[in-house]
Nanobody
Framework: QVQLVESGGGLVQAGGSLRLSCAAS????????MGWYRQNPGKQRELVAT???????NYADSVKGRFTISRDNAKNTVYLQMNSLKPEDTAVYYC????????????WGQGIQVTVSS
């Protein structure tokens, strides 16, 4: 089992920055892929960014060039640095960890609100 706890959300003006953190209850070295997703009421949860154990990153087109995902294995933490925030970035952001194998195992955090005012 893996518990994931997000922090760093809040209210920010458009153009501002926030850094989200996702702290894991155990070493993330064994978690193949860590990622951030977001969701608004009535909409599907969407991928924001992912990072593999090897450091390979993937971003949604809507955040490329503005968001950066990183991981600190020593601290068992994954970060999402969000710059040049837009009102459309407003959502609940979720951290996810995936352990791949015969059966993939996904673990989710409880989510954290990010609100960008115009």
């Amino acid at each position: 089992q893996v518990q994931l706890v997000e922090s760093g959300g809040g209210l920010v003006q458009a153009g501002g920055s926030l850094r989200l953190s996702c702290a894991a209850s155990r070493s993330i070295v064994s978690i193949n892929t860590m990622g951030w997703y977001r969701q608004n009421p009535g909409k599907q949860r969407e991928l924001v960014a992912t990072i593999t154990t090897g450091g390979t990153t993937n971003y949604a087109d809507s955040v490329k060039g503005r968001f950066t995902i990183s991981r600190d294995n020593a601290k068992n933490t994954v970060y999402l640095q969000m710059n040049s925030l837009k009102p459309e970035d407003t959502a609940v952001y979720y951290c996810k960890g995936r352990i791949t194998g015969l059966y993939n195992r996904d673990y989710w955090g409880q989510g954290i609100q990010v609100t960008v005012s115009s």
